[in-house]
């Protein structure tokens, strides 16, 4: 069974930085390329960042770019998600997201496989 740990939300005030992590179990992890998604209060889930199985490739949504940093530790089943310089408009429930295809370079996922999420505030 496929699961799916986020944690690492919370509160933060602007310019301030956070670090998500998400811990997955019951699939070979090294196998599959990982994503962070995040939905706000009345919007559609939405892709973050992406990584692919050897870590070779990495891709961010162009809001986040210079300001995220995608990482993954296969040793370790964890993919993380370093967070820079929030701003309001980032605040969301961020999701943790196993990509359907093997071997995949973590670009145009389309996930089957979703965390609990967790919630990052951003306060102005």
């Known amino acids: 069974q496929v699961q799916l740990t986020e944690s690492g939300g919370g509160l933060v005030q602007t310019g301030g930085s956070m670090n998500l992590s998400c811990v997955a179990s019951?699939?070979?992890?090294?196998?599959?390329?990982m994503g962070w998604f995040r939905q706000a209060p009345g919007k559609e889930r939405t892709f973050v960042a992406g990584?692919?199985?050897?870590?070779?490739?990495?891709y961010y949504t162009d809001s986040v770019k210079g300001r995220f940093t995608i990482s993954r530790d296969n040793a370790k089943n964890t993919v993380y998600l370093r967070m820079n310089d929030l701003q309001p408009e980032d605040t969301a429930v961020y999701y943790c997201?196993?990509?359907?295809?093997?071997?995949?370079?973590?670009?145009?996922?389309?996930?089957?496989?979703w965390g609990q999420g967790t919630q990052v505030t951003v306060s102005s």
């Open positions: 019951g699939f070979t992890f090294s196998r599959f390329a």
């Open positions: 990584i692919a199985w050897n870590s070779l490739k990495k």
């Open positions: 997201a196993r990509d359907s295809v093997g071997y995949g370079l973590g670009y145009r996922m389309r996930p089957d496989n």
